[in-house]
């Protein structure tokens, strides 16, 4: 909760490593709640309980007391709890101090305790501070903020997954596998002579074979992860009256936009945000993609074209008794046609068989059937799978994985070419360095300071 702005003498900028202050903050949400919670972390937390709770503290019971401020005057009554170094959310000492939660009692609360020498966190410094102490990686540290900005259960599970540490482990043992491999074709180096054979032998492909197959699942498993953090964005386009608007009803299940039998009355864009099966979807529906002479609804049609352009999907839907025609300037795009209205086309709903042409649904908005199978559709274009682990990723991590992924690449063709040892352990050696980014080793002060200045201050 920014009440107060930090103190610009004390505050060193984010990502600078660890300082010796003792940071604090209010950790709960902005508001009125039935506890509010200060929390206090770094070497003066002793100090501060005793000024504030008014006594030593016992390692992590819970005390009940009655806070005062620095003249002695009682503030509130709650309870008190203190985690020793390195027991400790950020491996420092540690008191949280749980008072009843309103802005005013929260912020004297606070001031109480900022009067023992503390000074106010940045946003993310609790977290910021358990990485440099070892108590999270950096993509765990990246997973506390998604846990708590979740948008569904799913993403909860699997920032819950990330947090807990099965992303990094997954990571760090692709990685573990690129190092014996460099060991390997380092050892080459050292004999020149032998050393070629050594590299052409059978066991150096296997295993480039099993680490790229490795980077490929999770490559696969955290463009999952990203959808389930980020959502996607779905354009609904195609002609007037065709059942766009009743299609975005039937996906949300709710009356949002106004379903209308007059053709080109949706003029503006309707947004809607939905869950589908934990995936975050941003659904727009569009005016209608046609020529018109109207000033508002060209205006219409000029930002349905745009949002089309924009989107992670299209879905263009037609009326199924009219003839299936993709307009031109939508064939770059990520496509689905929907063949609406088969309640009275009389086809059969469902998936079309693949044929040349563009992924096709037939369904009717009107009774829901063939509903399952357009979403079943979305979710397998978009990448987004129920198989596998899912666990947030964030797409710094895929960046990083493609990196891997690519000097894997160029190791495997320097090896098949002959090329000299040295210059496939060097692209080895990038592998590494971009899986180490993903948790943290090797990551540029400026990235860590960007990652945690987007946490909320008390974090
Ligand atoms: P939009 O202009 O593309 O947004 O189309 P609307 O959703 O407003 O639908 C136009 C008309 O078609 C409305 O009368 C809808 O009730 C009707 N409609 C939409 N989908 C279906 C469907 O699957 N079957 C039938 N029978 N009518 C539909």
Same mark, same amino acid.
């Given at each position: 909760?920014?009440?107060?702005? @930090? +103190?610009?003498?004390?505050? *060193?900028? #984010?990502?600078? !490593?660890?300082?010796?202050?003792?940071?604090? &903050? /209010?950790?709960?949400?902005?508001?009125?709640?039935?506890?509010?919670?200060?929390?206090?972390?770094? @070497? +003066?937390?002793?100090?501060? *309980?005793? #000024?504030?709770? !008014?006594?030593?503290?016992?390692?992590?019971? &819970? /005390?009940?007391?009655?806070?005062?401020?620095?003249?002695?005057?009682?503030?509130?009554?709650?309870?008190?709890?203190?985690?020793?170094?390195?027991?400790?959310?950020? !491996?420092?000492?540690?008191?949280?101090?749980?008072?009843?939660?309103?802005?005013?009692?929260?912020?004297?609360?606070?001031?109480?305790?900022?009067?023992?020498?503390?000074?106010?966190?940045?946003?993310?410094?609790?977290?910021?501070?358990?990485?440099?102490?070892?108590?999270?990686?950096?993509?765990?540290?990246?997973?506390?903020?998604?846990?708590?900005?979740?948008?569904?259960?799913?993403?909860?599970?699997?920032?819950?997954?990330?947090?807990?540490?099965?992303?990094?482990?997954?990571?760090?043992?692709?990685?573990?596998?690129?190092?014996?491999?460099?060991?390997?074709?380092?050892?080459?180096?050292?004999?020149?002579?032998?050393?070629?054979?050594?590299?052409?032998?059978?066991?150096?492909?296997?295993?480039?074979?099993?680490?790229?197959?490795?980077?490929?699942?999770?490559?696969?498993?955290?463009?999952?992860?990203?959808?389930?953090?980020?959502?996607?964005?779905?354009?609904?386009?195609?002609?007037?009256?065709?059942?766009?608007?009743?299609?975005?009803?039937?996906?949300?299940?709710?009356?949002?936009?106004?379903?209308?039998?007059?053709?080109?009355?949706?003029?503006?864009?309707?947004?809607?945000?939905?869950?589908?099966?934990?995936?975050?979807?941003?659904?727009?529906?569009?005016?209608?993609?046609?020529?018109?002479?109207?000033?508002?609804?060209?205006?219409?049609?000029?930002?349905?074209?745009?949002?089309?352009?924009?989107?992670?999907?299209?879905?263009?839907?037609?009326?199924?008794?009219?003839?299936?025609?993709?307009?031109?300037?939508?064939?770059?795009?990520?496509?689905?046609?929907?063949?609406?209205?088969?309640?009275?086309?009389?086809?059969?709903?469902?998936?079309?068989?693949?044929?040349?042409?563009?992924?096709?649904?037939?369904?009717?908005?009107?009774?829901?059937?063939?509903?399952?199978?357009?979403?079943?559709?979305?979710?397998?274009?978009?990448?987004?799978?129920?198989?596998?682990?899912?666990?947030?990723?964030?797409?710094?991590?895929?960046?990083?994985?493609?990196?891997?992924?690519?000097?894997?690449?160029?190791?495997?063709?320097?090896?098949?070419?002959?090329?000299?040892?040295?210059?496939?352990?060097?692209?080895?050696?990038?592998?590494?360095?971009?899986?180490?980014?993903?948790?943290?080793?090797?990551?540029?002060?400026?990235?860590?300071?960007?990652?945690?200045?987007?946490?909320?201050?008390?974090?």
């Amino acid at each position: 909760m920014p009440s107060k702005p @930090p +103190r610009p003498e004390t505050a *060193a900028p #984010a990502g600078t !490593g660890i300082d010796a202050d003792t940071i604090a &903050a /209010v950790a709960t949400a902005p508001g009125f709640g039935g506890i509010g919670v200060v929390r206090v972390s770094g @070497p +003066r937390v002793d100090q501060v *309980a005793e #000024a504030v709770a !008014g006594r030593r503290l016992p390692p992590r019971q &819970a /005390v009940y007391c009655t806070f005062r401020d620095d003249h002695g005057d009682a503030l509130d009554q709650g309870i008190a709890l203190r985690f020793p170094a390195p027991r400790s959310f950020t !491996g420092e000492d540690v008191l949280e101090l749980q008072g009843h939660g309103g802005p005013v009692v929260l912020q004297l609360l606070l001031d109480a305790v900022l009067a023992q020498g503390a000074r106010l966190a940045r946003p993310g410094e609790f977290t910021e501070r358990a990485f440099v102490n070892g108590k999270l990686d950096l993509a765990q540290a990246e997973a506390v903020a998604d846990l708590i900005a979740s948008a569904s259960a799913a993403a909860a599970q699997g920032a819950l997954r990330s947090l807990q540490g099965e992303f990094s482990r997954a990571v760090l043992s692709i990685d573990e596998a690129v190092l014996q491999l460099r060991v390997y074709v380092e050892a080459a180096m050292d004999f020149p002579d032998e050393g070629a054979d050594f590299l052409a032998e059978g066991s150096v492909d296997a295993r480039l074979t099993d680490i790229d197959g490795a980077l490929e699942t999770l490559l696969r498993e955290s463009r999952s992860g990203v959808l389930l953090r980020d959502g996607v964005s779905i354009a609904l386009v195609g002609a007037p009256n065709v059942g766009k608007s009743s299609l975005l009803n039937r996906l949300a299940g709710q009356e949002r936009a106004i379903v209308t039998e007059i053709p080109g009355t949706t003029r503006d864009l309707i947004h809607v945000d939905l869950l589908i099966d934990g995936l975050p979807v941003e659904l727009v529906d569009t005016a209608g993609l046609r020529d018109t002479a109207d000033q508002v609804e060209l205006e219409g049609v000029r930002r349905a074209r745009h949002q089309a352009a924009q989107a992670d999907l299209v879905l263009l839907v037609q009326d199924d008794r009219d003839a299936a025609e993709v307009p031109a300037e939508l064939a770059a795009s990520p496509l689905i046609v929907v063949r609406n209205k088969a309640d009275l086309s009389g086809a059969v709903t469902g998936q079309l068989p693949a044929d040349a042409g563009p992924k096709t649904v037939r369904m009717s908005a009107r009774t829901g059937d063939g509903v399952d199978a357009l979403i079943g559709l979305i979710k397998q274009t978009v990448g987004f799978g129920a198989e596998g682990r899912t666990f947030t990723a964030r797409r710094r991590h895929i960046e990083a994985l493609k990196q891997g992924a690519a000097a894997l690449g160029r190791a495997r063709t320097l090896l098949a070419e002959g090329a000299p040892a040295e210059l496939a352990a060097e692209e080895l050696r990038a592998v590494h360095g971009a899986l180490g980014s993903i948790v943290g080793e090797m990551t540029p002060d400026e990235l860590l300071g960007e990652i945690f200045a987007s946490f909320c201050i008390g974090k």
